[in-house]
Each structure stands twice: as structure tokens, then as C-alpha cells.
């Protein structure tokens, strides 16, 4: 197999097709989502939050960046979680257990709003379209756990970077 070097391009193959050098950023997807959503249970559920990407390479890299907008954490000394997941896959590197999200909202006496933000940088291994999407859930049943409340705006940036 013949390629070119170019320190600009990357290498190009006999068929043009360019390998893009390290990392470079390779394309760009952004969502936006303000829809409330709230749940009392300790299950994860998704926020609505969600963006699609297909990676051009299979050994690109994914960086997700995810910023809910108003996460509410009950009254009461409770927590709420916030995590990533891929697919149907929780993606967290601190495992799928329930305080092991990538964001923790948590309220000691009464009810609390703000922004959480969120961020990982991904290895998919694919070429498919794959979804990225922000869950939450809530520490102790019963308890209220939130999103984008009162139409805040949540956003979820993906950066394909080459690997």
C-alpha cells in the first residue's frame, strides 16, 4: 500500500481518502434539549438530552460534553446523580453503581437548582452512529431529582478527535 505524508493533511491514501493527524478534531455535533424532566426513583432515566454522531474512524476518539441546565436536587439531604451513557451502556469510568455518575447535585436542607456539567472523552470503536445521552436518577426513593426545570436550556456538545 502507497500513501502520501503531508504535515498538514495527514496521510492520504490511493483512494484520497485522508487520515486526519492526532488530535485534530474531525467534526462536530451539538444538541439542545429544555424540556423539564424530573423522577423520583433510583433507577437511572434519561434527561431527553441526547446527540448522534458517526465517527468517520474507528479509532477516533469521542469527547462529550454535556451541561444540564437547572439540575434540582429535593429537600432533605438527598443526592441527585447525573451520568453518561452510550447507547444503552452507562459509560461512567467509576462503574454503573448508583453514586458513581459523572455529576452529583446534593441538597442538606432544602431544594436545590443548578447547572451541572459533565465531561469524558470516549474510544467507541465504530464507525456506526452512536448516541450519547445524559441519565439521572435519584439516591433515595421517593425523593425528586430534575432537569432543564422551568425550560432551562441543556446542551451536549461531541468532538470526534483523531486518534
Known amino acids: 500500500m502507497t500513501f502520501i505524508v503531508d504535515g498538514t493533511n495527514g496521510l492520504t491514501f490511493p483512494d484520497t481518502s485522508v487520515q486526519t493527524s492526532a488530535g485534530k478534531v474531525i467534526q462536530v455535533v451539538q444538541a439542545n434539549y429544555s424540556t423539564e424532566v424530573t423522577t423520583s426513583g433510583t433507577t437511572f432515566v434519561t434527561t431527553?438530552?441526547?446527540?448522534?454522531?458517526?465517527?468517520?474512524?474507528?479509532?477516533?476518539?469521542?469527547?462529550?460534553?454535556?451541561?444540564?441546565?437547572?439540575?434540582?436536587?429535593?429537600?432533605?439531604?438527598?443526592?441527585?446523580?447525573?451520568?453518561?451513557?452510550?447507547?444503552?451502556?452507562?459509560?461512567?469510568?467509576?462503574?454503573?453503581?448508583?453514586?458513581?455518575?459523572?455529576?452529583?447535585?446534593?441538597?442538606?436542607?432544602?431544594?436545590?437548582?443548578?447547572?451541572?456539567?459533565?465531561?469524558?472523552?470516549?474510544?467507541?470503536?465504530?464507525?456506526?452512529?452512536?448516541?450519547?445521552?445524559?441519565?439521572?436518577?435519584?439516591?433515595?426513593?421517593g425523593f425528586v431529582t430534575g432537569a432543564q426545570l422551568n425550560g432551562a436550556v441543556s446542551t451536549m456538545t461531541l468532538m470526534e478527535i483523531a486518534a
Open 48 to 141: 431527553g438530552l441526547t446527540a448522534s454522531i458517526t465517527p468517520k474512524y474507528s479509532t477516533s476518539k469521542i469527547l462529550v460534553i454535556a451541561n444540564i441546565g437547572d439540575a434540582y436536587s429535593g429537600s432533605g439531604a438527598r443526592n441527585s446523580v447525573y451520568t453518561l451513557y452510550r447507547d444503552s451502556t452507562n459509560i461512567s469510568p467509576a462503574g454503573t453503581a448508583l453514586l458513581n455518575g459523572f455529576a452529583t447535585v446534593r441538597s442538606d436542607a432544602g431544594a436545590l437548582q443548578t447547572p451541572a456539567g459533565m465531561s469524558f472523552l470516549d474510544s467507541p470503536a465504530t464507525t456506526s452512529s452512536t448516541t450519547y445521552a445524559v441519565y439521572m436518577a435519584n439516591f433515595s426513593n
